[in-house]
């Protein structure tokens, strides 16, 4: 089986293959990196590029013990789900979704994990504004919701 093809190759400080694949490719890729073996996406996270947001995914071929990290980027925050191949993505796309505002087009079930749903912003975004602190407080149902009132707040 030939190797999928990336737009570059590098390697990472801690020796790993690094594939760099556009967005609309990246679906397309991450089936053959799938279908060579790499069986296990153990992590998904973001960076904020200022300009970009760079989308790392980091995968495992579990019965040879190979690593490859596979990379795009995104200017408009959106890239496809990886969770019609890897029922990891599930949580992992949540959560980088709630913190990092990337948004996993074709994920069923695209909501915060950690905020509740009414919370302005993503945390760990760059331009998030921490002076506009939110507290969090709980309804008659149960449910969290986000509040600017600090007296009905935690």
Same mark, same amino acid.
């Given at each position: 089986?030939?190797?999928?093809?990336?737009?570059?190759?590098? %390697?990472? %400080? @801690?020796?790993?293959?690094?594939?760099?694949?556009?967005?609309?490719?990246?679906?397309?890729?991450?089936? /053959?990196?799938?279908?060579? !073996?790499?069986?296990?996406?153990?992590?998904?996270? !973001?960076?904020?590029?200022r300009d970009y947001v760079?989308?790392?995914?980091?995968?495992?071929?579990?019965?040879? @013990?190979?690593?490859?990290?596979?990379?795009?980027?995104?200017? *408009?925050?959106?890239?496809?789900?990886?969770?019609?191949?890897? *029922?990891?993505?599930?949580?992992? =796309?949540?959560?980088?979704? @709630?913190?990092?505002?990337?948004?996993? =087009? !074709?994920?069923? *079930?695209?909501?915060?994990?950690?905020?509740?749903?009414?919370?302005?912003?993503?945390?760990?975004?760059? /331009?998030?504004?921490?002076?506009?602190?939110?507290?969090? *407080?709980? /309804?008659?149902?149960?449910?969290?919701?986000?509040?600017? /009132?600090? !007296?009905?707040?935690?």
């Amino acid at each position: 089986m030939s190797e999928p093809e990336s737009d570059s190759i590098s %390697k990472g %400080k @801690d020796g790993l293959t690094i594939h760099t694949v556009s967005k609309d490719r990246l679906l397309e890729f991450m089936k /053959d990196m799938k279908e060579r !073996g790499f069986n296990h996406l153990s992590l998904i996270t !973001g960076v904020d590029r200022r300009d970009y947001v760079e989308v790392v995914y980091h995968l495992h071929a579990m019965d040879r @013990d190979e690593y490859v990290v596979v990379k795009t980027t995104t200017d *408009n925050g959106v890239v496809p789900s990886m969770t019609s191949l890897w *029922n990891s993505a599930r949580w992992d =796309e949540r959560e980088q979704y @709630d913190l990092m505002g990337i948004k996993f =087009e !074709g994920h069923e *079930n695209l909501k915060r994990i950690f905020l509740p749903e009414n919370w302005v912003g993503h945390p760990l975004r760059k /331009d998030y504004d921490l002076s506009n602190v939110q507290y969090i *407080n709980m /309804d008659e149902d149960g449910e969290d919701y986000a509040t600017f /009132d600090q !007296g009905d707040g935690w």
